[in-house]
Nanobody, 123 residues
Framework: QVQLVESGGGLVQAGDSLRLSCAAS????????AGWFRRAPGKAREFVAA???????DYADSVKGRFTVSRDNAKNAVYLQMNSLKPEDTAIYYC?????????????????WGQGTQVTVSS
């Protein structure tokens, strides 16, 4: 079974950058699609970015031009590079994986989840 572990969160100031990592075990990301979601205080979990097993990427409008999702097949990991962070980016960030070949924008599209990593952006 797939196990996912996120890391790289922290407390930063507006304009700073962070790189989140999602390491997988049990299966390779070469045969999985990966997604990043976030849950801000008082809000529902929302789609951030996806990297499909066919190497397509997609982003929420709120992060386009600032965030970049990538995959390293050799390390069996997916990354989310977050630049120009804003206070509204403050949330718990989750990585997810699925064998599905459908869409990648809803939590229901994913069967495997990490435990999340906190990102807090001040000012």
């Amino acid at each position: 079974q797939v196990q996912l572990v996120e890391s790289g969160g922290g407390l930063v100031q507006a304009g700073d950058s962070l790189r989140l990592s999602c390491a997988a075990s049990g299966r390779t990301f070469s045969y999985l699609s990966a997604g990043w979601f976030r849950r801000a205080p008082g809000k529902a979990r929302e789609f951030v970015a996806a990297f499909t097993w066919t190497s397509n990427t997609d982003y929420a409008d709120s992060v386009k031009g600032r965030f970049t999702v990538s995959r390293d097949n050799a390390k069996n990991a997916v990354y989310l590079q977050m630049n120009s962070l804003k206070p509204e980016d403050t949330a718990i960030y989750y990585c997810a994986a699925t064998y599905s070949g459908g869409t990648f924008y809803k939590p229901e599209d994913y069967g495997y989840w990490g435990q999340g990593t906190q990102v807090t952006v001040s000012s």
